[in-house]
């Protein structure tokens, strides 16, 4: 179980660090939606079950609903900007 444990923790760093460098946003929205479900496993691993369905919600779902309306938000703002430059 302690090497699960471990995997679990390198990949969460990894995320972290990925989201923080990443270019494209909606790679980053992505990797934050992994990051957020791996806190939740390990909210379960800790014996923790509330906070990793608080994570699993809030954290993988709304969270990253929010951002993926807002993307195609500025998307569509950024689309109206450049049909009015022509």
Do not use: H
């Amino acid at each position: 179980m302690v090497t699960y444990e471990i995997i679990l923790l390198i990949f969460l760093i990894v995320c972290a660090v990925t989201a923080c460098l990443a270019k494209n946003l909606l790679s980053t929205v992505i990797i934050f939606m992994s990051y957020s479900s791996v806190m939740c496993v390990i909210w379960l691993l800790l014996r923790s079950p509330d906070l990793a369905i608080t994570e699993a919600a809030v954290g993988a779902g709304v969270t990253s609903i929010l951002f993926f309306i807002t993307l195609k938000n500025v998307k569509q703002l950024k689309e109206e900007d450049e049909t009015d430059d022509v």
